[in-house]
Structure formats: C-alpha cells, structure tokens
C-alpha cells in the first residue's frame, strides 16, 4: 500500500483509509497551553465536543490511573457516553487515554447497544503528543479504530471540528490577553 500523506483545509494531515485514524495539526498557541486545554474540565467544556453539540464531565481525574465519564449532547439531543483512563501522561508532551462506550451510570456497554455502529470498537486508545513548533503547537493524535470506520460513523470529522473548537478558544484566549495587557499600558 502507498503512504500517501493528504494535507487538508486548516492544515490537517491524514494518512490513507485503511489506516487508524492520525490527525495532526498545528496550532497557534504554546505547548504549555495547548496540553492545559486537554486537562482542565472547565476548558473542556468549551471544546471538547463536535460544533452545536455540549459536552457534561461527570468525573475528571487527570493524573496517571485516573478516569473521566463523560457525555457529548448533540442539539438533537442524542447521547454519546463515554468513559476512560488516563494511562501516561508527560506534561507538556504526551496524553495516552482509553475511551470506551458506557451509559450514563459509567457501565461499560457494547457500540450497538448504545446506537453505535456494531463495527465501532468497544475501547480505543487515544494518543495525544503536543511538539513545540516555533511559537506554535504540533499536536498529533493518534485513535486506535480505522480511519474508514472513524469516517463512516462521523467519529473522524467530529475530531477535526472539536480540534477546531480548541485553536479557536485559545486564539480567543490570546485576544483577550492582548486587550487586557493594552489596557494596562494605557
């Protein structure tokens, strides 16, 4: 097979179909930041879900061994509950966390019983490196289902709405840096 690498709007890059899903993008903040989004309930909420949809942390233990259960509300309504742990951590360079399909109670359920594709897996690993690049953030991240999988249930493109969210809510965070610090010249 052919590594074709195919660079998209935004400066998104993916590898071919038949891989597991790799997204890679670069980010106009400092590492530092970029990894403190991933970590912070509060930002999260801001961010961390597909646009038009919320996101509800009923837990969030960052620390190694710790977990999180979650809930991504789309406007329609349907929920998508999740839960994980959080297995490595390297501040600022590296997340590595599960993501499996539960209920709302924090039970771990299968794909289909949840109105998931069947062909979903029930357990992914996520791995999220952050490398400085100049004044910006290389974020790479790595799930591990198949890419065509990830697209035909919409799991792909939520990935590059919400690391979309993400850029926006910190270059919204450097605009309102850059007020208050002009205010205090004046």
Request: proline letters at 5%.
């Amino acid at each position: 097979m052919a590594t074709e690498i195919t660079t998209g709007r935004n400066g998104y890059v993916t590898k071919p179909s038949e891989r597991e899903v790799l997204i890679t993008r670069v980010i106009d903040a400092p590492r530092e930041l970029v990894f403190k989004a991933w970590t912070d309930p509060e930002r999260l909420k801001r961010w961390y879900a597909p646009k038009g949809c919320t996101t509800q942390f009923l837990k969030l233990d960052f620390r190694r061994d710790g977990t999180f259960h979650s809930c991504i509300r789309s406007p329609e309504g349907h929920e998508c509950w999740c839960k994980g742990t959080y297995h490595e951590i390297v501040v600022p360079e590296k997340i590595v966390f599960t993501v499996e399909i539960s209920d709302k109670y924090g039970n771990s359920v299968e794909p289909a019983d949840a109105g998931m594709d069947p062909d979903w897996p029930r357990v992914t690993i996520v791995t999220v490196t952050f490398a400085e690049f100049g004044a910006k953030t290389k974020l790479t991240l790595h799930q591990t289902v198949l890419e065509s999988i990830a697209k035909r249930t919409g799991a792909f493109p939520s990935w590059i709405e919400m690391l979309d969210r993400l850029a926006e809510d910190l270059a919204n965070d450097y605009v309102s840096l850059e007020v208050e610090l002009k205010g205090l010249e004046a």
